[in-house]
C-alpha cells in the first residue's frame, strides 16, 4: 500500500526551547498551514505550544 499524502507524519516541536518533539499525522486539506496545539512538555513539566517543524 502505498503512503496517503494528503495525511504526511509530521513533527511538533516545543516553544519553550527544550527540543522536545511529538510525532503525529495531519490533514492537509483541513490544515494547509502550519499546524500549532497546546501540548504537554514533560522536561519543563506544563503544557506550552507546540509547532509544526518542516
Known amino acids: 500500500m502505498a ?3 494528503l ?3 509530521i513533527k511538533l516541536r516545543s516553544n519553550a526551547g527544550t527540543g522536545y ?3 503525529t499525522r ?3 486539506r483541513n490544515d494547509p498551514d502550519r499546524l500549532t496545539l497546546r ?3 514533560p522536561i519543563i513539566r506544563r503544557h ?3 509547532r ?3
Open 21 to 23: 518533539t511529538y510525532v
Open 26 to 28: 495531519k490533514n492537509r
Open 39 to 41: 501540548k504537554y512538555d
Open 3 to 5: 503512503r496517503n499524502e
Open 52 to 54: 509544526e517543524e518542516r
Open 7 to 9: 495525511r504526511p507524519v
Open 48 to 50: 506550552v505550544t507546540f
